[in-house]
């Protein structure tokens, strides 16, 4: 009889805990309904203001149709003003004609190699290029390849943002005076086209060339020099030279840049001569 007392006992006290929880947790959602119902109705104003922005925009504006359109219209004319206002982009250059012939006399420009080779490299240059510098070795590496077949006729074009590429042209010009115009542009491109007075003393010396007789005919004939330059610009400028250096094989621009790409189209015009 008192075990049973006691279960009953026990289990009062079971349910008194589960009924004393469920009151906490009540007091907790409400204290927390509380807590939140300001955020509650922030929340349902954003919604609110929201939905009336929208059914503005869908409405056309306040019943207004048109409204809409209107404010696209609008949208659209802004747009044009803004790209009027941008000025045009000018049209870049035709594409090149590679099979296009171009007439270019050796005239007086410098020859490497035999003069009466059949075949004829003409380079527009500039002493101060660093593209020159760097493809030289290609020409360097086709004389030696056709040393009796193939010409290099170089021609003058100095690059107006290149200082040094005008002296330096007219420097190889008077060393040329003394069969040293190769030698002195190995050089000159090798230092970038410094033409400093230690350097041309330096070139002097290396090509053991007459130092007195180098800077008498680069000073004394710079008005032949100056021509010579000058006409050589003007028939770059009649062949379409766009940048240096620019390769032309018997007439033709080429983009070979290395001894394969020159072999490949140096080597059917020999076959066909």
Partial sequence: MEQKNNVVVVLLI?????IAGIGLLVGIGNSVSVALSPVNAKLSEVLIREKNIEDKLNNGGGGNPSGLADIQKQLEQIQNKIN?????QPPGPPPEDMNKVYNLPVGVSPVLGKKDA???ITIFFDFQCPFCSRFYSAVKD????????????????????HPNARPAAKLALAANEQGQYQGMM?????????VSDAKIKEYAQSLKLDYNKLMADYKNKDAQWEKDIQDDMQLGSEADVRGTPTFYLDGHKTNARDISGFKAQIDPILAGK
């Fill in 118 to 120: 059949p075949v004829a």
């Fill in 84 to 88: 009027a206002a941008q000025p045009a």
């Fill in 142 to 161: 086709v004389m030696a390849a056709y040393p009796d077949k193939v010409k290099v006729v170089v021609k003058n074009f100095p690059l107006p943002f």
């Fill in 186 to 194: 190995e050089l000159l491109l090798q230092n970038g086209g410094d």
């Fill in 14 to 18: 079971v349910l008194i805990g589960i």
